[in-house]
């Protein structure tokens, strides 16, 4: 569950799970602009603002998306409260410290890097945070451990770097059958993944797999190898999808232009 950071219910959104029985079954978050985080590092007031519901056109044109509201279609809107943007920041750290929750996503910055940003918008996550998602969006996950890739004796063990790279192409083509084989729900989710095909290749065992390579996680050496080993993994997926679309051809929303326009 995602509130952005100019809603007039974030104070208490932030303190939701302070309360064990407030918010249950749900992980939370605060969507942070990149103005907000400005009005922190500046020391700025906040304002708490919502689309004035009067408004004749708000039943029809409001979508959740106060940017559009209120830049596009120039509707007004109502200040709720004027608060100080460290403080809220604050009490959101507080509350992560206390019920180690809500968490922050950067929406901006996850559309700016989108490569789908020509076709949809991405609103939200999945529920545990690891993928960001459209309207509808279906999150479909599949894990490396990397602790498999290493061997030899710890300290001086050494990455299987072709075993990981069939890992990775494996792991590719075994999420992208899933989408086909899926059951789904609702109609929705099945027209959004099949037209954009989403998945998600993710990782874990990073710790285990330093440990046995002698890196100490958070040192200069131990970040110069996780840049190398993130690259390859990521470079050998895309590498995956290339293949995939020359066999099946590509995902029906793929435009090449500007899908190498993203960030």
Not at 21 to 30: D, E, K, L, P, Y
Not at 42 to 61: A, C, G, K, R
Not at 238 to 250: F, I, N, Q, R, T
């Amino acid at each position: 569950l995602i509130l952005e950071d100019w809603h007039p219910d974030l104070p208490e959104f932030i303190k939701a799970k302070r309360d064990m029985g407030a918010i249950t079954n749900a992980n939370i978050s605060v969507g942070i602009s990149h103005k907000f985080m400005e009005a922190v590092e500046h020391d700025l007031e906040w304002e708490l603002v919502f689309p004035d519901t009067s408004d004749p056109d708000y039943d029809e044109l409001w979508d959740g998306n106060l940017k559009r509201w209120r830049d596009e279609y120039k509707k007004p809107v109502k200040v709720y409260q004027r608060v100080r943007a460290r403080e809220i920041w604050d009490t959101l750290m507080e509350s992560a410290w206390l019920s180690a929750e809500p968490g922050v996503v950067f929406l901006e910055r996850m559309n700016e890097d989108s490569n789908s940003w020509y076709f949809e918008e991405l609103i939200s996550t999945n529920p545990c945070g690891e993928q960001p998602l459209p309207g509808w969006g279906v999150c479909n996950l599949g894990h490396i451990n990397l602790a498999r890739f290493v061997s030899g004796p710890i300290g001086s063990a050494t990455v299987n770097w072709d075993d990981l790279r069939r890992a990775v192409r494996g792991g590719v083509r075994f999420l992208d059958n899933v989408i086909d084989i899926t059951p789904y729900f609702f109609p929705e989710n099945e027209k959004v993944q099949k037209s954009e095909r989403r998945i998600g290749l993710g990782t874990l065992g990073l710790g285990e797999m330093l440990i046995r390579l002698g890196l100490r996680y958070g040192d200069e050496s131990s970040a110069e190898f996780i840049d190398r080993l993130y690259e390859f993994i990521a470079t050998e997926a895309y590498l995956a999808s290339v293949d995939l679309a020359k066999e099946k051809g590509p995902f029906p929303k793929f435009d090449a232009e500007k899908y190498l326009q993203s960030g």
